[in-house]
T-cell receptor, first 116, second 114 residues
Framework: DGGITQSPKYLFRKEGQNVTLSCEQNLNHDAMYWYRQDPGQGLRLIYYSQIVNDFQKGDIAEGYSVSREKKESFPLTVTSAQKNPTAFYLC???????????????FGSGTRLTVV | AQKITQTQPGMFVQEKEAVTLDCTYDTSDPSYGLFWYKQPSSGEMIFLIYQGSYDQQNATEGRYSLNFQKARKSANLVISASQLGDSAMYFCAMTSNSGYALNFGKGTSLLVTP
């Protein structure tokens, strides 16, 4: 079945270390997204990519970096510059269209990052 | 810029009763889409219902319906005949043809009691 795989589900890192979160999709979606969720909060957009080798900053991009070398993959690196990296990270993908349809947004199951 | 507001941090409803979760939005885009997602404690995001800004009729999906009032910029989710399994966080979100990323509200925590 098609879907989005995020790994690992739980991740622990020491403060000051960079860490990369994996996101892979086999839905043939053009667009991919990274969101951050803090307890009791909504999802905030970190980065998004509408096409291979291109990506744009979202609302809270500082301290994060991404790459989009393949259509299927959109890894997120949490750098040591991110002041409060402990959070739940969700990856998503969608189709793109010329009109307003629901674009088939699909979410991964998330990675819970804890920095100690 | 788009803004989604969910004013109810938490809601209680008794099993088998109906419940309405509020969502208001603000956008300058003439075309946009409105979504509701359910997030159980496991963290996955489950798509519930979609409403396009030009849709004439309110969207319905099983026990879920979206009460879309365009002039008031509201898109409330109505869950009929609540079940214990409906206990979760519920998020309203929107997008438009000027940007594909979903923009989320802060969510409403729903607890269904026996």
């Amino acid at each position: 079945d098609g879907g989005i795989t995020q790994s690992p589900k739980y991740l622990f890192r020491k403060e000051g270390q960079n860490v990369t979160l994996s996101c892979e999709q086999n839905l043939n979606h053009d667009a991919m997204y990274w969101y951050r969720q803090d307890p009791g909060q909504g999802l905030r957009l970190i980065y998004y990519s509408q096409i291979v080798n291109d990506f744009q900053k979202g609302d809270i991009a500082e301290g994060y970096s991404v790459s989009r070398e393949k259509k299927e993959s959109f890894p997120l690196t949490v750098t040591s510059a991110q002041k409060n990296p402990t959070a739940f990270y969700l990856c998503a993908s969608s189709t793109q269209g010329t009109g307003l349809e629901d674009y088939g947004y699909t979410f991964g199951s998330g990675t819970r990052l804890t920095v100690v | 810029a788009q803004k989604i507001t969910q004013t109810q941090p938490g809601m209680f409803v008794q099993e088998k009763e109906a419940v309405t979760l509020d969502c208001t939005y603000d956008t300058s885009d003439p075309s946009y889409g409105l979504f509701w997602y359910k997030q159980p404690s496991s963290g996955e995001m489950i798509f519930l219902i979609y409403q396009g800004s030009y849709d004439q009729q309110n969207a319905t999906e099983g026990r879920y319906s979206l009460n879309f009032q365009k002039a008031r910029k509201s898109a409330n989710l109505v869950i009929s005949a609540s079940q214990l399994g409906d206990s979760a966080m519920y998020f309203c979100a929107m997008t438009s043809n000027s940007g594909y990323a979903l923009n989320f509200g802060k969510g409403t925590s729903l607890l269904v009691t026996p």
